[in-house]
């Protein structure tokens, strides 16, 4: 019969264990969701959602969003206490921090005057 994870790990020497349990906490940290971070950081969807002004549900649809714009997550990041930094990596050439990426904030631009009532194309369907 095979032994398990635990039963292997128990009979690696004491110093060759922690250097494992050190890495897999590393591994662990380095793949936070949304939703980990924030429970890591003892924030409550309820906090997020009033620091952003927005409903604890628009908060939980973030934390399932595979794709969402930059400047969405640097508020999120921001909202549970963080700083967002964007960084490209490539083979053989050192990482490069961006700058600017998604620090446009939608609310502070200004907004486009709507055509009056009167110019608006009837919707047909």
């Known amino acids: 019969m095979g ?3 635990n039963e292997k790990l128990n009979e690696l020497p004491q110093p060759r264990r922690e250097k494992v349990e ?3 906490a ?3 940290v380095e793949e936070y969701s949304l939703r980990d971070l924030r429970r890591a950081l003892g924030r409550t969807q309820t906090k997020i959602a009033s620091t952003l002004k927005v409903g604890q549900d628009t908060v939980a649809r973030y934390e399932q969003r595979s794709d969402m714009l930059l400047s969405t997550l640097r508020r999120y990041v921001e909202a549970a206490g963080g700083a967002l930094s964007l960084v490209a990596d490539f083979p053989n050439r050192p990482s490069v921090r961006l700058k600017g990426i998604g620090d446009i904030d939608v609310e502070s ?3 486009r005057s709507q055509r009056p009532a009167s110019r608006r194309r009837a919707r047909t369907g």
């Open 22 to 24: 050190r890495r897999a």
């Open 26 to 28: 590393e591994l662990i």
């Open 109 to 111: 631009q200004p907004r």
């Open 3 to 5: 032994r398990t994870v």
